[in-house]
């Protein structure tokens, strides 16, 4: 089993950056995928962007390219999501997950989950 804490989030005002991290334990980190979501109390969890255990894949919503970069470190089991231009509607609490890098990214169902970490847009 993969366990996974976030750190990072924060408030800041609209236009400002935040960084995430994801720290993993527990199996070897490159032998998942990894993304981010995030969810705003009441609304369904939303996909924001993932990474393929090899680097060599990148995926986003559409909302968020251009703004937002996913990066990992396998050497030190940790992803990354770059923040750059935040807007006040990406308020959300953030969430990385895994899952077994045999499963195609691109179905976004993951397995492992983290406990979230709260980022606030301010207008």
């Known amino acids: 089993q993969v366990q996974l804490v976030e750190s990072g989030g924060g408030l800041v005002q609209a236009g400002g950056s935040l960084r995430l991290s994801c720290a993993a334990s527990?199996?070897?980190?490159?032998?998942?995928?990894m993304g981010w979501f995030r969810q705003v109390p009441g609304k369904e969890r939303e996909f924001v962007a993932a990474?393929?255990?090899?680097?060599?894949?990148?995926y986003y919503t559409d909302s968020v390219k251009g703004r937002f970069t996913i990066s990992r470190v396998n050497t030190k089991n940790t992803l990354y999501l770059q923040m750059n231009s935040l807007k006040p509607e990406d308020t959300a609490i953030y969430y990385c997950?895994?899952?077994?890098?045999?499963?195609?990214?691109?179905?976004?169902?993951?397995?492992?989950w983290g406990q979230g970490t709260q980022v606030t847009v301010s207008s």
């Open positions: 997950a895994a899952h077994p890098r045999t499963r195609n990214i691109a179905t976004r169902e993951y397995d492992y």
């Open positions: 527990g199996r070897t980190f490159s032998n998942y995928n």
């Open positions: 990474i393929n255990w090899s680097l060599g894949s990148t």
